[in-house]
T-cell receptor
């Protein structure tokens, strides 16, 4: 069974640009979570989607947004990139009935120059 | 807000036991997790414990929870070089979907 997949693996953008990151959950999982892992800061919760709707978001500005598609895959969009957005962005998925078991993808490494 | 703290680094010899410690602040925590991250890889869920449990054992892994002191530990018996990784403690509070992570403990296993 395939795990959580993310694309792209690495991305380099310049300040002010926009970026879209993609995530495919484990088959059968309806919930998708996005986290930011910045250097020295650990993991920070960004967004939670379930059944196509945003259920919760962390303490991030509105230029971080996303959506979930009918097949439960998800996109994370970041507008007006800033240097401090450089981080590893991790996506996780869980079953609707076992939300305490989140399985993570390999992440997308975003570098903003 | 919620806070999860861990020491940054632990070094052990191959074959010894490793104990990674974590403290959390949110008394409403429902689930506590341990994740492993190997270089260049995503997070792997190792184990989790419900807040009404004191201990959970899974093969070489033992999780101890002291809810009174808000202290969580992960013991790895017979530590192997393949156990070298960063271990994240995480706190599932404020709704299951919001998980607060510690900064991670880097475990170095010396052959």
């Amino acid at each position: 069974e395939a795990g959580v997949t993310q694309s792209p693996t690495h991305l380099i953008k310049t300040r002010g640009q926009q970026v879209t990151l993609r995530c495919s959950p484990i088959s059968g999982h309806t919930s998708v979570y996005w986290y930011q892992q910045a250097l020295g800061l650990g993991l920070q919760f960004l967004l939670w989607y379930d059944e196509g709707e945003e259920r919760n978001r962390g303490n991030f500005p509105p230029r971080f947004s996303g959506r979930q598609f009918p097949n439960y895959s998800s996109e994370l969009n970041v507008n007006a990139l800033e240097l401090e957005d450089s981080a590893l962005y991790l996506c996780a998925s869980s079953d609707r009935d076992r939300v305490y078991e989140q399985y993570f993808g390999p992440g997308t490494r975003l570098t903003v120059t | 807000g919620e806070d999860v703290e861990q020491s940054l680094f632990l070094s052990v010899r191959e074959g010894d036991s490793s104990v990674i410690n974590c403290t959390y602040t949110d008394s409403s925590s429902t689930y506590l997790y341990w994740y492993k991250q190997e270089p260049g890889a995503g997070l792997q869920l190792l184990t989790y414990i419900f807040s009404n449990m004191d201990m959970k054992q899974d093969q070489r892994l033992t999780v101890l929870l002291n809810k009174k002191d808000k202290h969580l530990s992960l013991r790895i018996a017979d530590t192997q070089t393949g156990d070298s990784a960063i271990y994240f403690c995480a706190d599932g509070a404020g709704g299951y979907q919001k998980v607060t992570f510690g900064i991670g403990t880097k475990l170095q296993v010396i052959p």
